[in-house]
């Protein structure tokens, strides 16, 4: 079955890192994008970061300078390394992969989704 899993997230004093790691199957990590979403309680879903097959990557106005993301083609894994976090990063995070249409740092193209990995940030 096709599938994406998310793994590192956890709780972390503002200021601290994270890596988030994605392993997706063969058929969704070559097809093109693949992205992180967020979503806080009670907010919308928010585009992170997004990474095309080439190695391009994509940044929300939110994340820039702090977040990097990056794609290990052997391992068919996507990672968000998350540095000088704030409290305001604190959200469910899910990984995306194979954007049908639209842009890569909004959900409503891509056709596959994880089931998130929780991060907190406490001040």
């Known amino acids: 079955a096709q599938q994406l899993v998310e793994s590192g997230g956890g709780s972390v004093q503002a200021g601290g890192s994270l890596r988030l790691s994605c392993a997706a199957s063969?058929?969704?990590?070559?097809?093109?994008?693949m992205g992180w979403f967020r979503q806080a309680p009670g907010k919308e879903r928010e585009g992170v970061a997004a990474?095309?097959?080439?190695?391009?990557?994509y940044y929300g106005d939110s994340v820039k300078g702090r977040f990097t993301i990056s794609r290990e083609n052997a391992k068919n894994t996507v990672y968000l390394q998350m540095n000088s976090l704030l409290p305001e990063d604190t959200a469910m995070y899910y990984c995306?992969?194979?954007?049908?249409?639209?842009?890569?740092?909004?959900?409503?193209?891509?056709?596959?989704w994880g089931q998130g990995t929780p991060v907190t940030v406490s001040s």
């Open positions: 995306a992969a194979d954007l049908r249409t639209g842009s890569p740092l909004r959900q409503y193209g891509y056709n596959y």
């Open positions: 990474i095309s097959i080439g190695g391009s990557p």
């Open positions: 063969g058929y969704m990590y070559s097809n093109n994008y």
